[in-house]
């Protein structure tokens, strides 16, 4: 294969890539193909992993009464997070919508093998954290690769995670990182959600370097 | 702004990003501009966050003596790992050349702080750990806009990142997750070195779902 040279327009085009990628949690209800689901996956599958480990476990939620449990459990972690909060705050979380589940066409969970013989080991004896971080990665090249197709991805973390192992029933060295809402979004967006709702901002000063 | 639409020639190019995508541990000692490091760290910045919380913190090493103790972390981690080997793995391993620490022009350290008060909670109540995989995310950004512009990464992990912290004077609620190594590499490739060493290969199962 030949050395790709990436031109001034793929550069432009990948920094509109990360800009519009959002989290997303207003969907159409139209699915998506299976080829074009299996393509993500493929490029997922090309996520750095410490010593080629290649430890993440994508699982594809196809049994209603599944969905159903693990829309239930959103519901419940979303009630204690609220109820955790007072005054304003409390008033503005409660008008948040936190999670596409109920539209999206595919859901999606994502584990992580926590303790791999694929890898043999090698850069996790100091920092075992590296295994579950390359899956991350994975579900980060998967939301990418899905932006690009026009396809939209939220990821639900306000859930309990014990909670979903028993209700996908998985194996107990699995570790789960995500619930990925994933289908076709309603609108695009070039800044966070969360922002134009008035929660949170970005800062600037993340964008300096840090010298030692 | 106007709505992208990504091409199928930027799709095919995406997909040779991810291909040639390497950790890199081979290289040039001539320097990256700062003005491209600056822009890298730009890129990072839009990567996604739980709660738009931004926990990622990127330092970048100027002092040799500091460069100069990271090494010495790796050579003694290093040494561990391979003492916990035996035979023909022991072998093995010690010929893989893992850190490019010695000839990369920048090192740069990433951490996360694992209790910002920037996005107010959203979304880590019940998976805390969604604040370090934010800033998995970021890196894994970095090392995309770092490849899309001919610029090599190797993330070290053979470290003791309580040492690491130390070393670098770091605030106590900050979390060491990489130390990179940043520069132009002596060579491309779309294989893993892993892989191309003999020490590990891709599993084809793992671009198959897992159905429930």
């Known amino acids: 294969m030949t050395v790709p040279v990436f ?24 699915p998506v193909p299976d080829t074009v689901l299996n393509a993500l996956l493929y490029e997922t599958c090309l996520a750095p992993s410490v010593g080629l480990s290649e430890p993440w476990r994508f699982v594809l939620i196809k049994t209603p009464e599944r969905k159903e449990a693990m829309k239930q459990n959103f519901i419940e972690s979303n009630a204690r997070d609220l109820e955790g909060r007072c005054g304003e705050e409390a008033k503005h979380y409660a008008t948040l919508k936190l999670s596409g589940m109920d539209e999206a066409p595919h859901h999606i969970a994502v584990f992580c093998d926590i303790n791999p013989t694929q890898g043999r080991g090698l850069g996790r004896a100091s920092m075992p ?4 971080w390359s899956a991350v990665m994975a579900i980060h090249t998967f939301w990418l690769a899905a932006t690009a197709r026009g396809i939209g991805v939220g990821w639900v973390s306000i859930l309990d995670p014990e909670l979903a192992c ?13 619930y990925l809402c994933v289908g076709y979004p309603q609108k695009s967006a070039c800044t966070p959600e969360l922002e134009r709702l008035g929660w949170e901002r970005r800062n600037p000063n993340r964008r300096k370097w840090i010298y030692r």
């Not at 031109?7 to 139209?30: A, E, G, I, M, Q």
């Not at 954290?129 to 579950?132: H, I, L, N």
Request: no cysteine; charged share 30%.
């Open 7 to 30: 031109t001034p327009s793929f550069l432009k085009d990948l920094d509109r890539l990360f800009v519009w990628r959002r989290d997303v949690r207003h969907f159409h209800s139209s």
């Open 129 to 132: 954290e590296t295994t579950t």
């Open 166 to 178: 028993r209700t996908l029933s998985i194996e107990p060295n699995w570790r789960f990182l995500a």
